[in-house]
């Protein structure tokens, strides 16, 4: 009885030890990767801005050159379309000085999906759009990062007489959830941007 009572503590001991050293390496290997996951989630942003804006040949490689060199102001908004120092506040990307790119957050069938909206300097057509998203299907709602899908935006007008309007697009065919996901998105982004985008209209009149 006495030998089993030894092994059942050896077993624990062991298998406590063996937690234990699994967990440190687990954190010391995540307290590693994590400025190369940092840096991979800037410069997948950077990517994702640029490419919104037009600008071309933008990589991994040199995303963050690029974005020096083409972002020449971000900021914060408030409700009222004006800058402010709250943490909270709307981020807008200023690209080459002319456009405005902002970022957009919604829902798709599965998950979240996201984006960038890039606005001319006349504040009502659209330079171009780039999406993502977290696990919609692959051949249906996944299709919202395809050149095909996202190419369709440019040129789109978001304002008409002054006022904000929906901008129409083709849905993807058997994904009407993440499609209408997506109009959705833009839609409330444009209304939380509204009263600086019709700023901006206005000034290019």
Not at 75 to 94: I, K
Not at 102 to 117: A, D, F, R, T
Request: glycine share 10%; aromatic share 8%; hydrophobic share 40%.
């Amino acid at each position: 009885m006495k030998k089993d009572v030894n092994s059942n503590r050896y077993i624990f001991l062991y298998a406590t030890i063996l937690i234990v050293i699994v967990a440190v390496l687990l954190t010391v290997t995540a307290l590693w990767l994590q400025p190369f996951q940092d840096c991979n989630k800037k410069n997948e942003k950077r990517i994702s801005i640029l490419t919104a804006a037009g600008i071309p040949g933008v990589n991994a490689k040199n995303a963050a050159l690029m974005f020096e060199k083409h972002c020449t102001s971000e900021f914060l908004l408030d409700e009222n379309g004006n800058p402010t120092e709250n943490e909270a506040g709307l981020p807008v990307f200023v690209i080459d000085r002319q456009t405005s790119v902002i970022p957009m957050q919604g829902n798709g069938l599965w998950g979240p999906i996201w984006g960038y909206l890039a606005i001319a300097s006349d504040g009502k057509t659209v330079v171009g759009t780039t999406f993502g998203h977290k696990s919609e299907t692959p051949g249906l709602g996944g299709e919202i990062t395809t050149e095909k899908f996202q190419g369709q935006f440019a040129g789109k007008q978001i304002m008409n007489n002054g006022n904000m309007v929906p901008i129409e697009f083709d849905a993807i065919t058997g994904a009407t959830k993440t499609s209408n996901g997506v109009k959705e998105m833009i839609d409330n982004t444009l209304e939380k941007y509204s009263a600086y985008l019709s700023r901006i209209a206005e000034r290019g009149e």
